[in-house]
């Protein structure tokens, strides 16, 4: 990799015009990618792409007067010390305030860029085209944030933040918390019934690593062939059913794991503890998330892992 210190005033340029493509594809891209979601940030992305687009014309212009018509390639990831950016995709996966995010950082990253590349040099023409290119970036900055207030208003802000946050819980939440009461509550029949039936700690933990690994694998085929999503907007059946898939196995290996702990009372008593952290953690996201009263919330968990794990320890000591 190069130092930055090393680029020349020739590189500097190729630099940013490469670097103004890069971004102007980025805008394009995220502008494409959410347009049935999210509408008129979609439009604000295309707007910026085009000022990138403008500003790439400009610094081209600049370039072909001072050194010729021959751009040579010079890319950020070349120079040692740029910050690595997350890949589009994944940014989107993070939702749209990610997104947001992730745009704001490019701009100020840009005009950091520009303000360095002038402050390291005492040739007076090169600060003057350096100083020119941090004025067109900061100008850029401003020109954002007028499309931003054209074109994403706070009413639309609003409504486009109500639909990540609907969406976030059908396609993530609502399978999740489906997975994590599966697990967390089914599982504790098998697991307690081996323990007491056995007063082994090793078979109650192969027991419960069984039924959390089988009750994963048959909740994530369920949740994924259940809905396809395009009519419910729940989203991909694959994200789904790997969600609660996890979330099944997470809520059974819980109170598995402390039958590694080879005395047979201390790792029920620890079992038993991780058993109501568990319920308590599916009576909070029913609160934060479903709107259901706190107390109705705990009650109902409560009373549904209390009978299944008296269960178990009933069948257990039959």
């Known amino acids: 990799m190069r130092s930055f210190t090393d680029l020349t005033e020739r590189d500097l340029l190729a630099l940013a015009i490469s670097s103004e493509e890069e971004d102007g594809r980025v805008y394009a891209d995220f502008s494409h990618e959410l347009r049935d979601d999210y509408p ?4 604000m992305f295309a707007d910026m792409a085009s000022e990138e687009n ?34 589009g995709w994944q940014v989107r996966a993070m939702g749209i305030e990610a997104v947001r995010r992730h745009v704001q950082q490019m701009e100020r990253d840009a005009g ?18 350096l100083g020119d290119l941090a004025a067109a970036e900061m100008e ?4 954002a944030g007028a499309i931003e207030q054209r074109r994403l208003p706070d009413e639309a802000r609003a409504t486009e933040d109500d639909g990540a946050q609907r969406r976030f819980v059908l396609q993530i939440i609502q399978p999740g918390l489906v997975g994590l009461m599966d697990g967390s509550v089914s599982t504790l029949a098998p697991v307690f019934a081996a323990a007491f039936a056995t007063h082994s700690s090793w ?43 996890l979330m099944t196995i997470a809520g ?18 620890v079992a038993g503890a991780v058993v109501v952290v568990e319920l308590l953690a599916i009576a909070w996201i029913q609160w934060k998330y479903m709107d259901t009263p706190p107390l109705s919330a705990v009650a109902k968990v409560m009373l549904g892992g209390a009978l299944v794990l008296a269960t178990g320890i009933l069948i257990g000591n039959a």
């Open 40 to 43: 008129d940030s979609a439009r």
């Open 140 to 143: 850029h900055e401003h020109t």
């Open 252 to 269: 059974g290996i819980g109170h598995t794991l402390p039958y590694l702990i080879p005395d047979f009372i201390t790792a029920t008593v």
């Open 112 to 129: 950091r860029f520009y303000q360095q590349a002038a402050a390291r040099t005492t040739d007076a023409a090169v600060r003057k085209l």
């Open 203 to 245: 078979n109650a933990f192969l027991v419960g690593l069984a039924a959390s690994l089988g009750a994963g694998i048959s909740m994530g085929f369920a949740e994924a062939l259940a809905d396809d999503g395009k009519l419910s907007g729940r989203g991909t059946p694959l994200l789904r059913g790997v969600v609660c898939g």
């Open 54 to 87: 403008e500003h790439r014309r400009r610094l081209i212009d600049v370039f072909a007067e001072r050194f010729g018509p021959h751009i040579p390639l010079v890319q950020r990831q070349e120079v040692r010390g740029w910050v690595q950016r997350k890949p």
